[in-house]
Nanobody, 128 residues
Framework: QVQLVESGGGLVQAGDSLTLTCTASGLTFSQYGIGWFRQAPGKEREFIAAITWSGGANTYAEFAKRRFVISRDNTKNMAFLKMYDLTPDDTAIYYC?????????????????????WGQGTQVTVSS
């Protein structure tokens, strides 16, 4: 079955950097666009960034443009989210999600939605 497993979360201090990894199995990873999301306590899930199946294009939420970098390695079935200069406001559960790309797909016009598979999330806690 399809599995997305996030890893790399933990407790860090404000100003630290952290790289999250999304490891996929049970699917042809190179056919899927990948998105990263987060959900803080008491808040709705929030889109962070997305990357196309090839890694040739990426897009970010406004808040993520300066401090977050999304990437992927299709040879390893992995996607990554590197986060810099973390603040307590970045404390959340971080999720990756996969969207099956297909001919005529318009997912890229609105990459905040349209995902077929989700991981269970990894907790990131930033102390001040």
């Amino acid at each position: 079955q399809v599995q997305l497993v996030e890893s790399g979360g933990g407790l860090v201090q404000a100003g630290d950097s952290l790289t999250l990894t999304c490891t996929a199995s049970g699917l042809t990873f190179s056919q899927y666009g990948i998105g990263w999301f987060r959900q803080a306590p008491g808040k709705e899930r929030e889109f962070i960034a997305a990357i196309t199946w090839s890694g040739g294009a990426n897009t970010y939420a406004e808040f993520a443009k300066r401090r977050f970098v999304i990437s992927r390695d299709n040879t390893k079935n992995m996607a990554f989210l590197k986060m810099y200069d973390l603040t307590p406001d970045d404390t959340a559960i971080y999720y990756c999600a996969a969207h099956l790309s297909h001919l005529g797909d318009n997912w890229w016009s609105r990459p905040q939605v349209g995902y077929d598979h989700w991981g269970q999330g990894t907790q990131v806690t930033v102390s001040s």
